[in-house]
């Protein structure tokens, strides 16, 4: 749920404290963590899909709810999750996020949501208004963009960046939308924190975006993040991998992207992935956290 944004005083924090933390957890794909619903397409299996479609879903729910746990143990209480909640935005799909959502809740952590472009995977689903009428309880009342305030009083800006398209999973950010970006980021101060769902970034060591899959105008998003004078961090999803590099052309701005929550990496061994970021009064750090045998926590370099 959208908390009241703080006003605590940044000069108070302690030296060497960070002035705010937050959880990203990134592309939980609801169905993905089990069987892929394509796949039960098989009259072998018909006979059996209630059957499935129940087992799967306890099943996403043990993982997710594992995983919650973890992310509550981190002593974070704000999470932000940056879309891709479902895979083809179904009723379904949005029940078992909902489900997850609510048990976030129910560990005491606050919710700060986008939706991702599965989230509005159909024309038919964004007509029906699914992720708003599953989902409107958790999102910023005015739309996006939209400025908030993490506890400490670093600015957070979620913008725009999905649409419904016919084959390809490109995102979208209109210059108007860039505009108001421009109107809502304050120019001075410390550091800030802007969150889409795209990253803007079409290529870093971490991951390539190919034309089917990248983010329109995202040049224009990226030069009116640059202009900002002050640390910014952008993070982002779907890509579905870890990256964070500092940008070449305005060494105020860095890009994180982080891992798909439940994704599991048999070659690397990874289970599951979530990142946290910690802002100080000049700077960020961040941090992959990944699933192996255990959580492991790795301090990222840029
Ligand atoms: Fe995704
Ligand atoms: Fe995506």
Redesign the pocket.
């Known amino acids: 749920m959208m908390g009241e944004p703080g006003h605590r005083d940044l000069a108070a924090a302690p030296e060497g404290a960070p002035v705010d933390r937050l959880i990203h957890v990134?592309?939980l794909?609801f169905w993905r963590v089990t069987l892929n619903p394509f796949r039960l397409l098989n009259k072998r299996l018909l006979g059996n899909l209630n059957v499935c479609l129940r087992r799967r879903h306890q099943f996403a729910m043990n993982v997710s709810h594992a995983h919650a746990r973890s992310v509550a143990a981190e002593g974070v209480g704000t999470v932000l999750l940056t879309?891709?909640f479902t895979s083809t935005a179904l009723e379904e799909e949005f029940a078992m996020a909902d489900e997850f959502m609510r048990h976030l809740h129910a560990l005491g952590l606050r919710t700060i949501v986008l939706p991702?472009?599965?989230d509005v995977y159909t024309f038919e689903s964004v007509r029906a208004r699914r992720f708003e009428r599953r989902f409107g309880r958790y999102l910023p009342a005015e739309g996006y963009p939209s400025m908030l305030e993490l506890e400490g009083g670093t600015p957070l800006l979620l913008v725009p960046t999905v649409c419904p398209n016919l084959f390809s999973s490109r995102g979208r950010i209109h210059d108007r939308e860039i505009e108001r970006v421009r109107e809502l980021l304050p120019r001075n101060g410390g550091p800030i924190i802007v969150a889409g769902h795209y990253p803007v970034l079409t290529r870093t060591p971490g991951y390539t975006l190919t034309k089917q899959r990248n983010l329109r105008n995202a040049e224009a998003l990226r030069e009116a993040l640059g202009d900002i004078g002050r640390p910014t961090l952008y993070v982002a999803?779907?890509v579905?991998r870890f990256s964070y590099v500092r940008d070449e052309q305005y060494p105020h701005l860095h890009h994180l992207t982080t891992g798909?929550f439940f994704h599991r990496n048999t070659r690397e061994n990874i289970k599951g992935e979530f990142a946290s970021i910690a802002v100080h009064r000049d700077r960020f750090q961040v941090f992959r956290h990944v699933l192996r045998k255990d959580w492991e926590r790795i301090l990222a370099e840029a």
């Open positions: 990134a592309d794909h879309g891709d991702g472009n599965h999803g779907h579905h798909a």
